[in-house]
């Protein structure tokens, strides 16, 4: 019983990510549909498909770009696009891309 409480306070204490609006996220990525198109299905294979991801993975993707901690051939550029977008704007852009069909 004892393993089944320190286990409960373990998933309590995880931060919880706070979702984004898709329609706001649309509004906000304007420079996005360039390189990974209108819906998230990238316009050339060099860059990936964003559509159907999860949103907490492309935050936090997103976001080690604008800090800087990620390193490849567009990772500079990334930080520059993404250097104005607050957390919320993030979240939002990342829920836009998540519930876009992963099938084009």
């Known amino acids: 019983m004892r393993y089944f409480f320190t286990l409960l306070l373990c998933v309590l204490a995880l931060p919880t990510f706070a979702q984004g609006n898709p329609e706001q996220g649309k509004i906000k990525s304007p420079s996005c549909v360039f ?3 209108k819906n998230g299905h990238a316009v050339d294979a060099q860059y990936p498909n964003l559509a159907g991801q ?3 993975y492309l935050y936090r993707a997103m976001k080690a770009y604008q800090q800087g901690q990620r390193e490849s051939q567009f990772a500079k550029m990334m930080q520059t696009q993404l ?3 607050s957390d919320q704007d993030l979240k939002d852009v990342a829920a836009f891309y998540a ?3 992963a099938s084009d």
């Open 35 to 37: 390189c990974h198109g």
């Open 54 to 56: 999860n949103a907490e």
């Open 83 to 85: 250097s104005k977008l």
């Open 99 to 101: 519930n876009q069909s």
